[in-house]
Every structure is written in C-alpha cells, then in structure tokens.
C-alpha cells in the first residue's frame, strides 16, 4: 500500500509556528511521493467529531497518522482514535506546544519540524499505554489538586509565554490561596488515606514541559504511577527547577505508588483536575484509573 499520511493540524500552536510550517511540510511530502488528506482544527472537538465520522475511511486508507500541535492536539488525536478502535495506524507527534511532555518521552525533536518529519516516515514503531478514568482517556497524567489548579488558571489568563514559564504565574496565584486535599485511594488488595497538595496519575515522567515530578512511570510498561505531594516541598528542592530530576523531593514530602488501577474518591469537596494539560471538567466524587497496555502504535525517535 503506497504511504498515505492523515494530518491532524492546530495551526495556532506554538504561538502559529505550526501553522506556518505546513507549506514546507507539503512541500517534502510531495518530494517524497507522499499523499496525504490533512484536517485544519479550528476548536477543541473538531479531531473527535472527525474520527467518529469517518473512522472506516481512516482505519483503511491511511498508513500513518501525524499530530501538528500541542499537548492538547495530541490527546485529542490519542484518545479520539483509541475510542473509534482506531488500533492499527502508527502516530507521529509534531511538537509545537508549551509542554510536549509525550514527545520529550519520546524523544521527538521540538520545535524541528524537519526532523520531527523524518522520525515520522522513519522512526521505531513502539506501543503506547492508554489510561482511562470514568471513561475518558489520557496518555500522559492526570493531576488533582494543586496541578488542577494551575492548569485551570492557565486556561483562563490564556497566556502565550512558552513551555514552564506560562505556568509560573498560575502557579504562584495557586500558592496564595494553598489548599490539602484528602485522597482516599482503594486498589486491589488495599486501602489508603492520604492529605496532600497535590496527587499525580502519571504514565511518562515529564510534567510542564520537562519537569521530572514521578520516578519511574514509563509510556509502555502496563503501569502507572501515583504520586501524593503531601507537603510544600522544601526549599531545597525549589532550588532545582525548571530541572527537577532523580527525586528531588525528600521522603516526608511524598507518598508513591505503582499499580495498574486504582479508584480515587473524595467524600464532599472534589479539587479541580487537569488532564494532559487540559482541565478537566467532568467532576466526580470517584474517579475509576485503569490502564490499557499497548493499546496503541505510536512513533519515536532511536536514542
């Protein structure tokens, strides 16, 4: 089957850089004998509503699937193909965002088109876990309390500075009004009650564009790992950013767990919850986390 790309592009990514990539990207597909359809976004939903409604045609036309954007692009391409059982298609990122935390996993190069193109056509093949909470999907983490916070401030101030210092701002208003939350977690063989800041369910290690905030959570191992922020962490461990790495934080200032599924509950009050770096506005008093191993095929760059 000759290679036909299906591009999914944001064009307002990374301050409209994505958008003025996509001539010379059509320019090297056309050199290369490449045909490609490609679907413009112009609003959140508009990459959902398009794999739903055509998701036979993309299942049996396409031999590659690209994602032109930000983090935001990229969960919207993941989890809309996941629920149309979209399974057998390799994706590629195009980072542009302020994070690309999945593509740093990856190793994709950011904010080069070019070689982000060439990983594309030639990269490795790997497998990505899928998690899902209540039903809906996410291939990086999910954050409540203090992250949910932030990236909901973020949202509202729509600010353009990029990677970790457009959360700066948000992140100092989270701290002005400080809040511990009580995170009861149940999995399968017990129970546990913790108070915390901060509780992260995350399936890569890189968090706000390349903080290292989890330990061990890797994109294809059928695990996920829980960290709890149980105290502000101590000034030696501020000291570090934007370059948190190897476990910064002391003993006392975390709570960490691995496992496969988990349910969260929160008795009254339910803290705000991010998802891939998009709030999540789907509340509820028990979040049901499950993880779906090698659910789909996704393209990275060798070391």
Request: hydrophobic share 35%.
């Amino acid at each position: 089957m000759k290679d036909r790309f299906l591009i999914f592009l944001n064009p307002t990514a990374g301050s409209g850089r994505a958008g003025l990539f996509y001539p010379q990207m059509q320019g090297i597909l056309k050199i290369k004998n490449i045909d490609y359809c490609i679907l413009v976004t112009k609003k959140k939903g508009d990459i959902k509503r398009f794999s739903h409604s055509y998701k036979n045609s993309i299942k049996n036309d396409f031999t590659r699937i690209i994602a032109v954007g930000g983090d935001g692009t990229t969960w919207e391409t993941l989890s809309s193909l996941f629920e149309c059982n979209i399974t057998n298609i390799p994706i590629a990122i195009f980072p542009f965002g302020s994070g690309n935390d999945l593509a740093r996993s990856l190793n994709i190069p950011l904010y080069n088109p070019r070689k982000a193109l060439d990983v594309a056509m030639n990269g490795i093949i790997d497998r990505l876990d899928i998690c899902s909470v209540n039903d809906y999907y996410f291939a990086n983490y999910l954050s409540f309390g203090f992250e949910g916070e932030v990236v909901t401030r973020r949202e509202i101030e729509g600010t353009t500075l990029p990677g970790f210092t457009s959360y700066l701002k948000p992140v100092l208003k989270t701290i002005e009004t400080l809040k511990y939350h009580l995170y009861h977690l149940k999995f399968p063989e017990k129970e546990v009650d913790i108070i915390g800041l901060n509780c992260i369910i995350s399936n890569i290690p890189s968090h706000y564009g390349g903080l290292q905030l989890v330990e061990e959570a890797k994109y294809n191992d059928g695990i996920f790992e829980i960290t709890v922020i149980k105290k502000i962490p101590s000034v030696k461990t501020f000291a570090k950013l934007p370059f948190f790495r190897k476990n910064p934080m002391a003993q006392s200032e975390f709570a960490r767990f691995r496992t496969d599924k988990v349910t969260l509950c929160f008795d009254e009050y339910v803290p705000p919850v991010q998802i891939d770096g998009e709030p999540f506005k789907k509340l509820s008093k028990k979040f049901k986390i499950e993880i779906n191993q090698g659910a789909l095929p996704i393209i990275k760059r060798s070391k």
